[in-house]
Structures are given as C-alpha cells and as structure tokens.
C-alpha cells in the first residue's frame, strides 16, 4: 500500500528487517529517560544486565508478534522509515519512525489499523506532545507473556 503521494509503501516484515528493528527499539531504549522497560520490570525479572534484557524483549517481539514496515526508496535504495509491533487487533507493542521522516504521517499510516478500536499498548509512547487517544490503555504487561 502506497501512500503519503508514495514517499513510503506499507509492507508486511521480512526476517531481513530484524537486525534494523531490534537495534533501533535498544537505541531508543538508551536515548529515552525512561527507557524501554520501567526499572521495576527489570528488578522483578531479575535482569543481570538491563541492556542486554532490552535487546531480548525486542527480539521477542519481532519473533513473536505482528510486525508492520514502512519503506521509502532514498537514493535508490529501499529503507525502512517506520515499523509497528503488534498482537491481534487491539494491542499495540511499539511503533517507532526514523527520525527524518518524523511528522510527515508514517506512524498515522502505521496506526490505521486502530482507528476506533480500544488499543491496549505495552510501552509507553514518546508522542511529542501528540495526544494518545481516549480509548487506549496503558497495560505494560502485555509484553511479559512472551517470556514463559
């Protein structure tokens, strides 16, 4: 699917696109102040290293869940732009878009999948100020059922 006047098309994930995935979701855990997981997650775990359990959440969730791409051709090469991690209908995991193409709507067409429905997400957004909607619900266990 084609969109924004085909800056990016929306694709279904390939095993290609792991490495890209897992170490954008540990570099935004690094630069976030919260980071990926909250510290009381990690404490009940008992993580050794913290880094090294967020590079296994994140693989986890590539390996086990819906994963949706956004790709651009730049320089004529095919990059992913964006990319959404998700369960079923209703639970959101993580989307995240590069930087660069940031406010131009890729996590909109990323997010249209939810449009009306009451989303349960695993980790908290960095929205930048973008209002998350009314009928989504913060349930950051959602993630922990991938590690029985």
Not at 51 to 66: G, H, N, P, S, Y
Not at 68 to 90: Q, R
Request: aromatic share 10%; net charge neutral.
């Amino acid at each position: 699917m084609a969109n924004n006047d085909q800056l990016w098309t929306i694709r279904p994930y390939t095993e290609t696109d792991k490495n890209f995935i897992v170490y954008s979701i540990c570099a935004s855990a690094k630069s976030s102040p919260d980071g990926l997981v909250a510290k009381v997650h990690v404490d009940k775990l008992a993580a050794q290293n913290h880094w090294l359990f967020v590079e296994k959440i994140a693989q986890r969730l590539v390996e086990t869940c819906d994963v949706t791409v956004a790709e651009a051709e730049v320089d004529g090469a095919k990059i992913i732009v964006g990319y959404l991690i998700s369960e079923g209908d209703d639970v959101l995991h993580y989307v995240l878009t590069r930087r660069k193409f940031q406010r131009m709507g890729v996590a909109r067409d990323l997010l249209a999948q939810f449009d009306g429905v009451d989303v349960s997400y695993s980790i908290r957004p960095s929205t930048k100020g973008l209002p998350i909607p009314d009928n989504w619900r913060y349930v950051p266990w959602h993630w922990l059922k991938h590690f029985k």
